[in-house]
């Protein structure tokens, strides 16, 4: 996915929002800020959005004190979605297609982003999660849970790509339940390599147990998407290798969206640029097959 105009101003909320939380003084705040307003007008508006806010997040990086800035925020998400898994995973027992429900959880769990939503309040949005009367609606064009299934009994390796902590322990419950159905799967969990927001961690995956069920590496990165060209070999290996790739959040759906593997993207629609390039509204949930085709492609198709 391109950047779009609209996508800039965005960019420096999220630097100015970003530079309060690492503590950086008045005069720091304006020095990011003037940075960042140096280096855009150098930067293609066909780069992803991820490719451009990394520049803005390393910037943040460089005057922090706190080393991971976020991460007393991430701690706080995975302990309160875990004490909440067992709920999560009752709604899944009970459920007449226990993977479907596994999924819709999985997607849910995506409201939990400060790169959007810097005052989330975590504990109240997973309540609405959990709230039996909130249920996902399935679009048919952006909501392809019978490719899903259809793929993921032909996948022998399957790379499904991290996105937010605390979201991690949604994603357990989905790889759980894959790995119930098909015992047989190969399944590497992805996670970034260096802090940028709230996106999970090696330590974010383990505090929520996925390296007790399943392979977790690094993709080799700081950028919140995957941006392929500076990942590492490993991840290069694992992405080529796999069958199937399950991709979690806007962020690797804005990195990931032209390319041409089978990937699916589960997220939920947070901001007016997505829900314009998806054809979606704001708030909606998405399980999009890109086939091999690239997703806008995908997409145009239905229309």
Do not use: W
């Not at 959005?49 to 701690?75: C, F, H, T, W």
């Not at 392809?144 to 979201?167: M, V």
């Not at 796999?242 to 629609?269: C, H, T, W, Y």
Request: aromatic content about 8%.
């Amino acid at each position: 996915m391109r950047t779009y105009l609209d996508c800039i101003p965005c960019f420096f909320r999220q630097a100015l929002e970003g530079a309060r939380i690492v503590g950086a003084s008045t005069k720091q705040q304006k020095q990011i800020v003037d940075e960042f307003a140096r280096k855009i007008p150098g930067i293609s508006l066909e780069a992803s959005p991820p490719e451009i806010a990394r520049i803005g997040y390393r910037l943040l990086m460089a005057v922090s004190s706190k080393g991971d800035p976020y991460k007393a925020i991430k701690q706080k998400s995975n302990r309160i979605a875990l004490r909440l898994s067992g709920k999560l995973k009752d709604r899944v027992s009970r459920s007449k297609d226990r993977l479907l429900t596994a999924l819709e959880l999985a997607i849910a769990g995506n409201i939990i982003d400060f790169g959007v939503k810097n005052n989330l309040n975590v504990k109240a949005e997973l309540k609405k999660i959990l709230a039996e009367e909130n249920r996902v609606v399935h679009k048919k064009s952006v909501f392809h849970y019978p490719e899903f299934k259809r793929t993921l009994k032909g996948a022998k390796n399957i790379l499904y790509l991290a996105d937010n902590a605390g979201e991690t322990a949604f994603d357990r419950i989905l790889i759980e339940e894959i790995k119930k159905k098909y015992s047989d799967k190969n399944i590497c969990y992805a996670v970034k390599a260096k802090p940028v927001i709230n996106d999970a961690l090696a330590e974010d995956a383990r505090a929520c147990g996925i390296d007790r069920i399943t392979r977790v590496i690094s993709n080799g990165t700081d950028a919140p998407g995957t941006i392929l060209r500076l990942c590492s070999k490993e991840f290069k290996r694992a992405y080529n290798r796999a069958d199937m790739i399950i991709s979690k959040g806007q962020g690797n759906f804005e990195s990931l969206s032209n390319e041409k593997r089978p990937i699916f993207f589960l997220f939920m629609v947070k901001c007016p640029v997505v829900a314009k390039e998806t054809g979606c509204k704001l708030g909606e949930v998405v399980l999009f097959y890109n086939s091999r085709r690239g997703l806008i492609d995908e997409y145009k198709s239905h229309f």
